[in-house]
């Protein structure tokens, strides 16, 4: 038997995909939650102590108001459980569409998000994930995506290069101060 194959590079591994429904809503709330506190840990700045109830505010917010029409979000399952959710779509962020570059820039598709459940981590549920939004981005008629995460996130940092995401812009950030 080949060792090579599509069973063999995650063979624990048989996620289902699904779009988001209502009832996942506690269950992304509460993973976006967890992910914000350890993003904290790489970025201070950026990410103020949560405060309760700030991920559901900020997931009602962004389902209804702040995320462009169009942008979807998939849940994966792993024995019937949800694990991990991508939300992913049209971008509208100035940068994306310029780091998409000019060819792409009308097609640019975005990754808002991608989280994992902490206890369902190294299964290819990321990876499953990625997949199914390129997919459905693919089949929408995008052309490029595109996506960011903080500098220090190496976990991130190694699935995305591993699916051939490639840094085109590198983002630098400095507080302003004065220097006399
Ligand atoms: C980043 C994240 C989505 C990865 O999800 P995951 O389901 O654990 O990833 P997968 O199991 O599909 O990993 C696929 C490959 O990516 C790489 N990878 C994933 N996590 C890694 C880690 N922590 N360290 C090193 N490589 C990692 C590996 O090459 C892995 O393959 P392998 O397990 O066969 O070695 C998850 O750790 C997470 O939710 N983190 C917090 C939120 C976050 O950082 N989101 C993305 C940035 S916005």
Excluded: C
């Amino acid at each position: 038997m080949p060792r090579s194959g599509p069973r063999s590079r995650s063979p624990r591994t048989a996620a289902r995909v699904r779009p988001f429904r209502e009832e996942d809503r506690p269950f992304v709330v509460s993973l976006a939650d967890r992910t914000q506190r350890e993003m904290r840990r790489l970025d201070r700045d950026r990410h103020p102590p949560v405060r309760r109830g700030e991920a559901a505010a900020w997931f009602e917010d962004a389902l209804h108001r702040s995320w462009p029409r169009g942008t979807f979000v998939l849940v994966a399952e792993l024995d019937g459980q949800p694990g991990g959710f991508v939300v992913a779509g049209p971008t509208d962020e100035p940068w994306s569409r310029g780091a998409a570059g000019r060819a792409a820039r009308r097609t640019a598709a975005e990754i808002r998000e991608l989280h994992v459940a902490p206890r369902f981590r190294r299964r290819g549920l990321g990876r499953t994930l990625l997949r199914a939004a390129e997919d459905r981005l693919a089949a929408e008629g995008f052309g490029e995506v595109v996506l960011g995460h903080l500098a220090g996130n190496d976990g991130a940092a190694a699935l995305y290069e591993e699916q051939g995401f490639r840094p085109r812009w590198v983002l630098r950030v400095k507080s302003v101060r004065r220097h006399a």
